[in-house]
């Protein structure tokens, strides 16, 4: 599939970075969408809901058989959503929530693939089981200044090597950062495209972390008929 438009649904410089391990020319526009959870919705489908939102709201630029990707990233411990922090106090209180705790992340991926009028969207959603390790108040504190946990979900990043806030994970690591990319190479596999033959080659020698992570990965389909925007 030659001359094939891909759209990232997201303005993230992670995402951008690691889809270009594996494939080289995309476009990257922003997806402003409301991120509030709705009463009562727990992370698994919240992620999903924000993924699927990604791609709606940028579905109306996708030309004839382009692609549009949209992920999203939850934290959530005890089944409480930890979103991206609104300030700093927030940014302390989740990092003190998740101290010396075992929580789950899940990203979700969805892609659309525009049609003869109608967007067809696959979704799948991986889970990874992180554990931090025991962090004194002062060394939060310090991460927290230095700005990194904001805009990140759970208000920290697994690849900061300097803070290295995670003690140990079970499942996939680039999931953790915020792209699963078995997850994204397998949707669009589905879909005919192929993007790279060595997607977790590329994985490892890009996130420098080694993988023996086996993903089970269950896609669904949800068929829309015309092009719709943000829902």
């Known amino acids: 599939m030659e001359n094939v438009k891909i759209i990232l649904a997201s303005a993230s410089p992670r995402r951008q970075l690691m889809l270009s391990w594996i494939i080289p020319e995309f476009e990257s526009i922003s997806a402003d969408i409301d991120e509030t959870p709705l009463p009562g919705e727990l992370p698994q489908p919240y992620c999903q809901r924000m993924a699927l939102k990604k791609v709606l709201h940028c579905s109306n630029i996708v030309p004839e058989g382009g692609f549009v990707i949209g992920s999203d990233t939850t934290v959530t411990l005890n089944n409480k959503i930890l979103g991206k922090p609104a300030d700093e106090n927030q940014a302390m209180e989740m990092l003190s ?24 969207i696959k979704q799948t959603i991986c889970e990874t089981v992180v554990r931090f390790r025991d962090m004194g108040y002062d060394e939060i504190r310090d991460y927290v200044e230095s700005g990194d946990p904001m805009g990140k979900a759970g208000a920290y990043a697994i690849q900061n090597h300097e803070f290295h806030p995670v003690e140990t994970f079970r499942g ?14 397998n949707i669009l596999h589905r879909f005919g495209y192929d993007t790279f033959p060595q997607i977790r080659s590329a994985c490892m020698a890009g996130t420098k972390i080694y993988c023996s992570h086996i993903p089970v990965i269950n896609i669904s389909d949800v068929e829309i008929t015309g092009i719709q925007g943000e829902s």
């Open 172 to 185: 996939c690591y680039a999931s953790v950062v915020g792209f699963p990319l078995c997850h994204v190479g």
């Open 97 to 120: 929530m998740l101290n010396r705790k075992e929580h789950l992340v899940y990203t979700s991926v969805a892609i659309g693939n525009r049609k003869k009028g109608k967007l067809s």
